[in-house]
């Protein structure tokens, strides 16, 4: 069964609709902005998408790292993180209001 999960990420609100334990996807959500902040803190200065681009790919190789992955398990998370960073993208596409 889906249930709506809202997440802040770079301080935007996002409901994210998914089958997974909702307490998951927050805390998915606030390792994914530790990284986020860890890279502004190191003077990463770059658009939202690409710096969530980054954050993605440095999850994702730290989890190939940890050889705890499988390749079903990746795509998963990978089908997840891009679900975000296409929601980020047109979050920051949209007009100010």
């Keep these: 069964m889906s249930h709506a999960v809202e997440i802040t990420l770079m301080g935007r609100n996002f409901s994210i ?3 997974e334990d909702p307490e ?3 805390a998915s959500a ?3 902005q530790s990284h986020i902040d860890e890279l502004r803190n190191m003077g990463a200065s770059v658009a939202s998408d690409r710096l969530l ?3 993605s790919l440095n999850l994702a190789g730290e989890l190939l790292k940890s ?3 499988s390749i079903d398990g990746l795509e998963h998370l990978i089908s997840r993180l891009d679900n975000v960073v ?3 993208e047109g979050l920051a596409k949209a007009p100010l209001r």
């Design 17 to 19: 609709l998914t089958d």
């Design 24 to 26: 998951q996807v927050i």
């Design 30 to 32: 606030e390792l994914v």
């Design 53 to 55: 681009t980054l954050v």
């Design 67 to 69: 050889g705890q992955s």
């Design 86 to 88: 296409s929601q980020a």
